[in-house]
């Protein structure tokens, strides 16, 4: 037999060899446990702990929720602003000159954002100012107001905008020195009246806590598909404040869920669905009683309550 026949020979048994561990990999023991275990950490996931009690068509395009305190339901999304009440009875409705990507309500006036620009509506859906644009390759993703300022989040150029009420830039977090990790148009921002800003830079998978200079005070949340971590690329894709803490949706795994203040998980609003897996619910809860999500990929408004 000469070198050539050797060494296709050789060849031949190591590949063999390989094939071979592979099947008994799979097989043994240790593998069919590891396996088994999957299976019972499935089986004790936790289960949802609230419901579908409706479902409405509202239009196509759907794209934002923001709820008044006193439950009032505000729906943006391909050039419209509707206000609907608690009963899901639509009350008005506004073309808007642009698509609306993001809502938000503070007393008498309702924040209403297309990419570049924020419009300020009353109550009754008349328009009565604009602000902006602020940057060019602006993408607007999320606002929040409170007594006297705004916070509008910019995808586009990963910067979170502190305004006056007037339109006044005061900060810009993640312009100067630090820069922002939000990998795709997800990126989520609530202000409280107490003047704390919470964000999620969804590239490192987290919430974080800042003041309005940009100072980090707090974060939690970590990558990973366990019921505390955000699973997938770019979450949480939306989060509200509720008073237990956080409402979060995210995407990959399309499941919403309860955080506490701390970051911890508490349960399920919904992770066994038939939403689109890419397509997260924008959510919003005015009462804790009952969450709301607005599902982009079929334009409804999905009302939650517990089971």
């Not at 869920?257 to 939403?275: A, C, L, R, T, W």
Request: aromatic letters at 10%; proline letters at 4%.
């Amino acid at each position: 037999m000469n070198r050539k026949k050797y060494v296709a020979l050789f060849s031949l048994i190591i590949i063999l060899s390989f094939i071979g561990y592979i099947v008994y990999d799979s097989i043994r023991p240790g593998n069919i446990a590891t396996q088994e275990s999957g299976a019972e950490n499935d089986e004790n996931k936790p289960p949802d702990k609230w419901k579908i009690l409706k479902e409405v068509y509202v239009r196509e395009g759907l794209k934002a929720i923001a709820l008044s305190p006193d439950g009032d339901i505000y729906l943006g999304g391909d050039s419209f602003v509707s206000c609907y009440d608690q009963d899901l009875s639509k009350t008005w409705s506004l073309e808007t000159p642009e698509k609306i990507t993001a809502i938000t309500v503070y007393n008498d006036t309702v924040y209403a954002t297309s990419e570049e620009l924020i419009f300020l509506l009353n109550m009754d859906g008349r328009m009565i100012g604009e602000l902006g644009p602020y940057e060019a390759n602006c993408l607007i993703t999320s606002v929040s107001a409170n007594k006297d300022y705004l916070a509008i989040a910019d995808a586009g150029n990963k910067i979170v905008f502190i305004l006056k009420k007037d339109g006044e830039v005061v900060s810009m977090i993640g312009h100067f020195g630090e820069k922002l990790l939000i990998p795709s148009p997800y990126f989520d921002v609530s202000l409280t009246d107490d003047n704390e800003l919470f964000m999620a830079q969804t590239g490192r998978f987290r919430i974080e806590k800042r003041n309005l200079n940009g100072d980090i005070m707090s974060t939690f949340g970590e990558s990973g598909s366990a019921p505390a971590d955000f699973c997938g690329c770019c979450n949480p894709a939306h989060f509200a404040l509720i008073p237990q803490g956080f409402i979060t949706a995210e995407k990959g795994i399309n499941r919403i869920k309860i955080m506490s203040q701390e970051g911890e998980f508490v349960e399920f609003v919904s992770s066994e669905n038939d939403f689109i897996a890419s397509v997260p619910l924008d959510v919003a809860s005015a009462d804790s009683i009952t969450i709301y999500g607005a599902n982009p990929a079929d334009s409804k408004l999905y009302v939650f309550v517990r089971k």
